[in-house]
């Protein structure tokens, strides 16, 4: 039983979504959205653009105001929350303005001065790998480690809840692993976390449970081996496939048992044939002396059942088009 599912068992949630709804005039952002967010664990909200993900975190925080539906965050109303509320959540923006001129140890106590509790400066510096730049000025900071300020800017008031908007967007992988493993010593120490990513193997790796949202409703919950489990009958066959080599792409996808899509210059072929529909298609290539780069043979990953979720921009698609 992982850390949140025993949280679970003794622990109130904290976070309670009931029915919330938000709309600017005429578009429902948000419509009647449910969910909890349980003691210690890491909860990812995913959606395409303009699915409501900004909106719900910004209602959860208490910058946004909600049309309907009952929300609880740590068990305050976040719209009506005093201090108190604030004094208990980290937050990590998208985008967030730093003094130029400050160092970041200069940075990290002034914000830090805003919290009743206070982690120590040097400990949050490691925590985000900025250690031994505490005296560096932030404007000759590179744009991946001002995002680690960012970061480390959410954990000095050491919060029971951290939301992540997008924590790694410009990192490099190296970057992005080490912000991994700091989720994952904060999840040791019992912080709850809320991210949002479009970093599919980010979620893989980080997220206990998902919320897959789309048009402000919810389209599947679960965790993401869940997610995964109604495609585990499926095997994914992918290779690079040059659109228009001759007249007979149309023959081949219908010759294929499963569901075929061909994407930006890959096709993709969902199967529950895979020994078949893998024979018809290196046969097809053979037959005109064509090589099939890149060609892999696996099972569905969670940005696959992502894409089978949502939608995507599929510019030929066999049994009809993707819905966006």
Same mark, same amino acid.
């Given at each position: 039983m992982g850390?949140? $599912?025993l949280?679970? /068992?003794?622990? $109130?949630?904290?976070?309670?979504?009931?029915?919330?709804?938000?709309?600017?005039?005429?578009?429902?952002?948000?419509?009647?959205?449910?969910?909890?967010?349980?003691? &210690?664990?890491?909860?990812?909200l995913?959606?395409?653009?303009?699915?409501?993900?900004?909106?719900?975190?910004?209602i959860?925080? &208490?910058? !946004?105001? !909600?049309?309907?539906?009952?929300?609880?965050?740590?068990?305050?109303?976040?719209a009506?929350?005093?201090?108190?509320?604030r004094?208990?959540i980290? %937050? /990590?923006?998208?985008?967030?303005? %730093?003094?130029?001129?400050?160092?970041?140890c200069?940075i990290?106590?002034?914000?830090?001065?805003?919290?009743?509790? !206070?982690?120590?400066? =040097?400990?949050?510096?490691?925590?985000?790998?900025?250690?031994?730049?505490?005296?560096?000025?932030?404007?000759?900071?590179?744009?991946?480690?001002?995002r #680690?300020?960012?970061?480390?800017?959410s954990? %000095?008031?050491?919060? =029971?809840?951290?939301?992540?908007?997008?924590?790694?967007?410009?990192?490099?992988?190296?970057?992005?692993r080490?912000?991994?493993?700091?989720?994952? !010593?904060?999840? $040791?120490?019992?912080?709850?976390v809320?991210l949002?990513?479009?970093?599919?193997?980010?979620?893989?790796?980080?997220?206990?449970?998902?919320? /897959?949202i789309?048009? &402000?409703?919810?389209?599947?919950?679960?965790?993401?081996?869940?997610?995964?489990g109604?495609m585990?009958a499926?095997?994914?066959v992918?290779t690079?496939?040059? %659109?228009?080599?001759?007249?007979t792409?149309?023959?081949?996808?219908?010759?294929l048992?499963?569901?075929?899509?061909?994407?930006d &210059?890959?096709?993709?072929v969902?199967?529950?044939?895979?020994?078949?529909?893998?024979?018809?298609?290196?046969?097809?290539?053979?037959?005109?002396?064509?090589?099939?780069?890149?060609?892999?043979?696996? #099972?569905?990953?969670?940005?696959?059942?992502?894409?089978?979720?949502?939608?995507?921009?599929?510019?030929?698609?066999r049994?009809?088009?993707?819905?966006?």
């Open positions: 850390v949140a $599912s949280a679970q /068992v003794s622990e $109130s949630p904290s976070v309670i979504v009931d029915g919330l709804c938000r709309s600017y005039g005429s578009v429902k952002a948000v419509d009647d959205l449910s969910f909890r967010v349980w003691p &210690g664990e890491v909860f990812a995913l959606g395409p653009n303009g699915a409501g993900k900004s909106t719900t975190v910004e959860l925080e &208490g910058h !946004r105001s !909600r049309d309907a539906g009952e929300v609880r965050v740590l068990g305050h109303d976040p009506r929350a005093s201090s108190a509320f004094d208990r980290g %937050i /990590v923006l998208q985008e967030v303005g %730093i003094e130029r001129e400050l160092t970041v200069e990290l106590r002034h914000y830090g001065a805003c919290y009743s509790r !206070r982690r120590p400066v =040097d400990e949050v510096l490691e925590l985000v790998g900025l250690t031994g730049l505490g005296n560096q000025r932030t404007h000759r900071l590179s744009g991946g480690q001002k #680690r300020v960012d970061l480390a800017l954990l %000095i008031g050491d919060p =029971d809840l951290l939301f992540l908007d997008e924590p790694t967007t410009g990192f490099d992988p190296s970057a992005r080490q912000a991994w493993e700091m989720v994952d !010593r904060l999840r $040791s120490l019992g912080a709850t809320v949002t990513s479009h970093y599919m193997d980010e979620v893989q790796a980080l997220a206990d449970r998902v919320l /897959v789309a048009g &402000g409703r919810t389209v599947a919950e679960g965790t993401p081996d869940e997610l995964r109604a585990d499926e095997t994914v992918r690079r496939f040059p %659109i228009g080599a001759d007249g792409v149309d023959e081949l996808l219908g010759s048992s499963g569901r075929a899509t061909v994407r &210059g890959w096709l993709e969902r199967t529950k044939e895979a020994t078949a529909d893998l024979h018809r298609l290196t046969g097809w290539a053979a037959g005109r002396g064509m090589e099939l780069e890149g060609l892999e043979v696996a #099972r569905p990953t969670l940005e696959d059942v992502y894409l089978d979720l949502v939608g995507g921009d599929a510019t030929t698609v049994g009809g088009p993707i819905d966006a």
